[in-house]
């Protein structure tokens, strides 16, 4: 296939190099250097997808980021990607890409049939026109709105490239390697700044690459190169290019995404496919340039319609011609430049320009090149359907009101250009307090906030003279203030043509008995006509009208439509547009990928794994884990062909009849010494403190200052002023935080300090009526009877010339001891726990079974203490002091807290003991009673009960202290399932706690 | 992301700290009667200012320190920090 609109010679393209690629199944090629749109062009296609809500063809209308609809779908090395610029994406060897909003296909759409009907999607029509009745959303609107719509489909598989991300700090961060961008990185890498200069597009040089200028004797092109290539080689500069700057946050720092594989075709190994950058700047200079904007008039989306900016890129860039029977539409002199192009290329254009009489150095250069102008003229409508194929055309008056006769002329593309508007989006995320512009009828950066400067065209500067100069000065001054040199730099020769002033016209009015539709928002099919229905409804301000009629949303930010819609509002409400006001623009300024924002936090990566030293002996040991918090526990310890049920089962029946042995290492420790050491448990627990003996340990509970528990746990008198407190594995890192607090802000009289050990210490929970056994032969020289080492005892003890903490506290409510050894010998502690259990039949349990053991024991957990329950509910009142105050104390008193009726925990048994109850179940007095069926209470944790061989809940119960024997419901309508019970106390197993004292 | 200057380490980014609210409420002391009013106060109601707020903020991944924060909540600018143990002016 040849490509027919690809010039003989020119463009920045290797000639060299073929590339194929396919374009909806069928085969093409480009060359290295082409973009996915500039190679379709070259070869043609104009007809790239359908628009969102009317589904009318779409072609190209930009060169860049500034393409509001040549979105398709990219197939890249056996992985799909939706929302993927044409204009943006770099041709490679094998690319293939479908078009997207179009079924079942691209030239034959079953949605187009609502450009037919077009009432039903005028302005709101998210809003108003599917919503009823209710009864067809689900059915019938969602489901072929899903089918027709959306820009897309995000791949499900899992993203096998890899993103990374960077921070980095520096001087001067300096956004676009235009004019502007180049002339004051110069200046301040002159200076040593640590200066970063981001370019969006792969080729450096902005405007320079297109424009027809001289700087110091060379083009545009050459002098960008060579300043480019002086800047790489300085070591306190980093150039990047492929790098989008899109988000201005606060305190000065900018987000970069650079695409650093996306435009080859697969990722070289270990490399990254992109990288996102946090970068801290002193100084931000925005080099962004401007955009320019559309004239609105009647089927101006047709395909072949495009800026003419963008025309010029596609020939001088891409050596590709958008069209041989070109129309230049134009208020101002940048389309003459354009016409200019094409004449030099062989193809004869004609300008119409909205100008009565123009006069400048560029109007005059078109003129002597025989170009055909018609002044005082307009495009009334494009004419075509997938492609322009003509133009209605007509004089207007100088009021700019009254159109001419019409007549129709064939082209097959329409360049438009009115005007420039400055790319002000990182301005504006800044905080920039942005003002209008009359003479450009835009909208500038104004007094700014954080520490950032605007410069050339995004700055409404449009001569290269003015903005080299402005430039030049600006990165040597900002420069200077930091690192005091100051290198001035000789200003080179510039020389460019003059032009004249533009005409403030923007939008062609209808002929009479026509109803074109006049596009302003190409992205989001946003027309003239739906802004007016906005406005009549009611809608005033412009945040309303954006919101109502999707104008300037969704990933195009108003690039393109954000001011011709200002002007319209302006124009019906009779007011000047900064009065109107712009909408906000929001990061990201061009879209951004997920996998890029998400970085290597993926899967495991997402969050630490933390691994007790005893890890390696549960992985031999056919240990299955479970993650807690950031921990990796064994949930049960798999023999045979046991399922999670057997297993946990077996483990917890051998604590109950002989010993078992659980890796407690992940429970939260906390240093605590100090004089004042006991005053501060006193303060945080709820119990008394001040009086507990050394060599003790004693449980306690505290409170958050609103009477919620907050956690609990043990904690040791190690020796006079020192303590050993234990958290739960969930709330180690609060309750430290907490202590910090209370010590540095409110009490900071208290002597005290406290510090993390939790991973100090190796810890291991030994457990069962033969566990004493087991502890006479781990410490043979330790007198660990019941006399030497009573229940809530604590000493030290040598584990076979280890040094251990040994404390006699039970989770399990069986006779049982929590064995602590540094850490690094906690696989030491552990095989000789194995070897020495042995003849006592020891067996390892998970937390499965160590659940299953507190349940049926009524011990309470972080099930219970969910951030809801205050001590009563609980049952843990009795841990409450009268005599002293302590943190929430005085929440307790509050009117709900001390309800007669208030919830409690209890016990639930289901009435045929075989039913196991799913976590989460509601409590009911009737089954059948009608919804919303009013609920009691709700099942906090469930086992099956190892002691009585059924199953058996804790649950927090409506007044629970009245309830026990009566007969409930319990209602799990995510299960379907309906089971009869009988509440019965929370204490399942051994109510008067016997065995841990035994 | 804020850059929140530390009294004790300098000038380091937000995801170094943790957020602790208004640094100006004061906890009633141990032991003293309060009203219910006074102490609802106390727990629960805060002015949700817009502008210039001392609010409490702690270096978790840094020295672990409580630290006193002058933050316009609008804007985002930071215009003070203190240590721990210094009054509010
Ligand atoms: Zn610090």
Redesign the pocket.
């Given at each position: 296939m040849t490509q027919s609109f690809r010039l003989e010679r020119g463009g920045l393209i290797n000639r060299d190099k073929k590339i194929s690629f396919k374009f909806n199944g069928k085969n093409y090629f480009g060359y290295e250097g082409d973009t996915l749109a500039s190679a379709l062009i070259a070869n043609g296609v104009h007809l790239i997808g359908r628009s969102f809500k009317y589904h009318r063809p779409r072609g190209f209308f930009g060169a860049g980021v500034d393409e509001p609809y040549a979105i398709v779908q990219l197939y890249r090395n056996g992985e799909t990607e939706p929302n993927i610029k044409a204009t943006e994406q770099e041709l490679f060897e094998g690319l293939e890409a479908k078009s997207v909003n179009c079924w079942p296909s691209v030239n034959f759409d079953v949605g187009a049939i609502n450009n037919f009907l077009k009432i039903f999607l005028p302005a709101g029509f998210y809003y108003k026109t599917f919503m009823w009745p209710k009864s067809f959303w689900y059915k019938i609107y969602e489901p072929f709105i899903r089918k027709a719509a959306g820009l897309g489909t995000a791949s499900i598989k899992h993203d096998k490239e890899r993103y990374e991300h960077k921070y980095e700090y520096c001087d001067l961060l300096i956004t676009g390697s235009g004019p502007s961008g180049l002339a004051s990185a110069y200046s301040a890498a002159k200076n040593g700044a640590k200066v970063i200069l981001a370019e969006d597009k792969s080729r450096f040089g902005g405007t320079l690459l297109t424009s027809d200028v001289n700087i110091g004797n060379q083009s545009g092109k050459e002098w960008a190169d060579s300043i480019i290539s002086e800047l790489e080689e300085m070591s306190n500069v980093t150039i990047k290019n492929r790098s989008q700057v899109f988000g201005y946050y606060d305190h000065n720092m900018l987000v970069m995404s650079e695409r650093i594989s996306d435009h080859l075709p697969k990722t070289k190994k270990y490399h990254p496919k992109q990288r996102l950058w946090y970068i801290r700047a002193k100084e931000v200079l925005i080099s962004s340039g401007s955009i320019e904007r559309p004239i609105v008039f009647g089927n101006n989306d047709t395909p072949g319609v495009m800026l003419s900016s963008a025309a010029k890129e596609y020939m001088k860039v891409y050596g590709v011609l958008v069209g041989k029977k070109p129309l230049v539409f134009t208020n101002n002199d940048s389309g003459y430049e354009t016409a200019i192009e094409f004449k030099k290329n062989g193809v004869d254009p004609i300008i119409l320009d909205t100008r009565k009489e123009p006069q400048s150095e560029i109007i005059e250069e078109a003129k002597n090149m025989n170009i055909n102008i018609k002044n005082s003229y307009v495009v009334v409508a494009a004419q075509g359907y997938k492609k322009v194929k003509s133009a209605d055309i007509a004089k207007i008056s100088d009021d700019k009101e009254e159109l001419g006769s019409v007549e129709n002329i064939k082209c097959d593309c329409i360049c438009v250009s009115g005007f420039w508007t400055p790319t002000i989006h990182l301005a504006s995320q800044s905080g920039n307090k942005t003002k209008f512009n009359e003479e450009i009828d835009a909208f500038v950066p104004g007094v700014s906030k954080q520490n950032e400067k605007t410069l050339g065209a995004a700055n409404g500067i449009y001569t290269l003279e003015e903005t080299l100069k402005d430039s030049f000065e600006k990165g040597n001054r900002i420069s200077k203030e930091i690192t005091n040199n100051d290198n001035k730099v000789s200003f080179p020769n510039v020389v460019e043509k003059k032009s004249t002033v533009h005409d403030k016209f923007w939008c062609v009015p209808l002929p009479k008995g026509k109803n074109y539709k006049r596009f302003l928002d190409f992205q989001n099919d946003v027309a003239v006509s739906d802004i007016e229905i906005a406005l009549k409804e009611g809608y005033r301000s412009i945040e309303h009208v954006k919101r109502y009629t999707t104008l300037g949303m969704a990933t195009d930010q108003g690039k393109t439509s954000n001011l011709n819609g200002l002007q319209l509002v302006s124009k019906i409400e009779n007011k000047v547009v900064p009065a109107v006001g712009h909408t906000t623009f929001r990061p990201p300024y061009s879209p951004v990928s997920i996998g890029a924002i998400v970085g290597r936090e993926v899967g495991k990566h997402s969050k630490p794994t933390r691994k007790s030293p005893m890890h390696s002996w549960h992985e031999k040991n056919n240990a299955v884990f479970v993650d807690a918090g950031v921990w990796l526990r064994p949930r049960y310890y798999k023999r045979s062909d046991e399922n999670l049920f057997e297993a946990s089962k077996r483990e917890a029946k051998n604590v109950r009849t002989n010993v078992g042995v659980c890796d407690v290492t992940t429970l939260g420790k906390i240093d605590i010494k100090g004089p004042d050491a006991a005053e501060l448990l006193n303060r945080v627990y709820t119990n008394a403190w001040l009086k507990l003996p050394v060599g003790k340990a004693r449980y306690g509970v505290m409170l958050r200052e609103d009477g919620i528990v907050m956690d609990d746990g043990t904690t040791t008198r190690i020796s006079e002023n020192h303590y050993h407190m234990t958290t739960t594995t969930a709330q180690a890192a609060n309750v430290l935080s907490h202590l910090e607090y209370y010590l540095q802000l409110v009490w900071p009289e208290l002597n005290v300090n406290v510090v993390s050990t939790t991973e100090q210490w190796a810890g291991a929970a030994i457990a069962g009526p033969k566990s004493r056994e087991v502890l006479k032969k781990l410490f043979p020289n330790s007198d660990v009877t019941n006399e030497g080492l009573p229940f809530m005892g604590y000493m030290e003890g040598d584990l076979f010339g280890v040094k251990a903490k040994i404390f006699r506290i039970s989770f399990s409510g069986e006779l049982a001891y929590e064995v602590n050894v540094e850490s690094d010998y906690g696989y030491f502690m552990w095989e000789k726990i194995i070897e020495v259990g042995e003849e006592f039949g020891i067996q390892p349990y998970g937390t499965e079974a160590l659940s299953t053991l507190r349940i049926e024991m009524g011990h309470v957990a972080g099930s219970e203490l969910d951030g809801r329950t205050i001590p009563y509910d609980n049952s843990l009142e009795g841990l409450i002091s009268k005599k002293k105050d302590f943190i929430g104390k005085r929440s307790l008193s509050r009117k709900a807290f001390a309800a007669e009726d208030r919830q409690k925990i209890v016990g639930v048994v289901p009435l045929d003991k075989k039913t196991s109850i799913p976590e989460g179940s509601h409590l009911v007095k009737d089954s059948n009673a009608p919804l919303p069926n009013p609920k009691l209470g709700y099942i906090s944790a469930s086992c099956w009960s190892v002691e009585h061989d059924n199953p058996f809940s804790l649950a927090i119960l409506k007044d629970g202290k009245n309830m026990i024997g009566e007969k409930l419901f319990v209602m799990s309508p995510l299960k379907n399932k309906v089971i009869p019970v009988e509440i019965v106390s929370s204490h399942y197993v051994d109510p008067k706690g016997e065995r841990v004292r035994s | 992301m804020l850059h929140i200057k530390?009294?004790?380490?300098?000038i380091?980014s937000q995801n170094?700290f943790s957020y602790g609210g208004d640094a100006t409420i004061k906890r009633p002391e141990l032991g003293k009667e309060i009203s219910d009013q006074d102490w609802d106060n106390f727990v629960y109601n805060r002015k949700s200012l817009r502008g210039k707020h001392w609010e409490l903020w702690q270096?978790l991944s840094?020295?672990?320190?409580w630290?006193k924060v002058q933050r316009d909540t609008a804007t985002h600018e930071i215009f003070k920090t203190l240590k721990a143990n210094e009054e509010i002016s």
């Open positions: - | 530390c009294p004790h380490c300098g380091r170094e270096h840094g020295c672990r320190q630290i």
